[in-house]
């Protein structure tokens, strides 16, 4: 059975920066994609970064490059979104996400990319 468990949400002031940790369960995380999205009150989940496990290769929306590092740290299955230059748009709840399948180009950051999903995080980040 698949589990992902998110943590390291938090409430922080502009320009600070929070690391989120996803850990994972239940399958060949080795041989996966991992994603993190986001939702902010009002909006629709929309991807921030994604890594494809086995090469290493990472994606990124253009609204956190710079900001944002997703990362793995395979020997724990534990996937990481370090955050910083946090802004207020980047409140929301954070959820990472996983796919055991290879995920085409132009899904790597949408939600139908991904099949399993946790159950989200909390930042709150104030001006």
């Known amino acids: 059975q698949v589990q992902l468990v998110e943590s390291g949400g938090g409430s922080v002031q502009t320009g600070g920066s929070l690391t989120l940790s996803c850990a994972a369960s239940?399958?060949?995380?080795?041989?996966?994609?991992m994603g993190w999205f986001r939702r902010a009150p009002g909006k629709e989940r929309e991807g921030v970064a994604a890594?494809?496990?086995?090469?290493?290769?990472?994606y990124y929306a253009d609204s956190v490059k710079g900001r944002f590092t997703i990362s793995s740290d395979n020997a724990k299955n534990t996937l990481y979104l370090q955050m910083s230059g946090l802004k207020p748009e980047d409140t929301a709840m954070y959820y990472c996400?996983?796919?055991?399948?290879?995920?085409?180009?132009?899904?790597?950051?949408?939600?139908?990319?991904?099949?399993?999903w946790g159950q989200g995080t909390q930042v709150t980040v104030s001006s």
């Open positions: 890594i494809n496990i086995g090469s290493g290769m990472t």
């Open positions: 996400a996983a796919n055991r399948d290879w995920i085409p180009p132009g899904a790597r950051l949408l939600p139908r990319g991904y099949n399993y």
């Open positions: 239940g399958y060949t995380y080795s041989s996966s994609y």
